[in-house]
Nanobody, 116 residues
Framework: QVRLVESGGGLVQAGGSLRLSCTAS????????MAWYRRAPGNQLELVAG???????NYADSVKGRFTISRDNAKKTVYLQMNSLEPEDTAVYCC??????????WGQGTQVTVSS
């Protein structure tokens, strides 16, 4: 099966930047849509950014202009560049990939904490 592992989370001051990575391992699959979700304390799961196989992107209104999603198909990796971080961005960030033929796969999540 597909295994997704995130990295790059941590503690950063407001205004700082982090770059999250998520890499899929395994064999016998291709990846279509990739996305990042987050769950902040007391909040519901939120789609942060998504990217299609051909590079089309969409972002939550709260992160537009600050976050950039990208992908490396050869590495089966999705990235989330997060700039101008705010305390409100504090959350567990999880990557998701829509794979063929195994369907939707999720990582375990990586904690992002932004201090004021």
């Amino acid at each position: 099966q597909v295994r997704l592992v995130e990295s790059g989370g941590g503690l950063v001051q407001a205004g700082g930047s982090l770059r999250l990575s998520c890499t899929a391992s395994g064999t016998g699959f291709a990846v279509n849509r990739m996305a990042w979700y987050r769950r902040a304390p007391g909040n519901q799961l939120e789609l942060v950014a998504g990217i299609t196989r051909d590079g089309g992107t969409n972002y939550a209104d709260s992160v537009k202009g600050r976050f950039t999603i990208s992908r490396d198909n050869a590495k089966k990796t999705v990235y989330l560049q997060m700039n101008s971080l705010e305390p409100e961005d504090t959350a567990v960030y999880c990557c998701n990939m829509q794979t063929v033929p195994f369907g939707s796969s999720w990582g375990q999540g990586t904690q992002v904490t932004v201090s004021s």
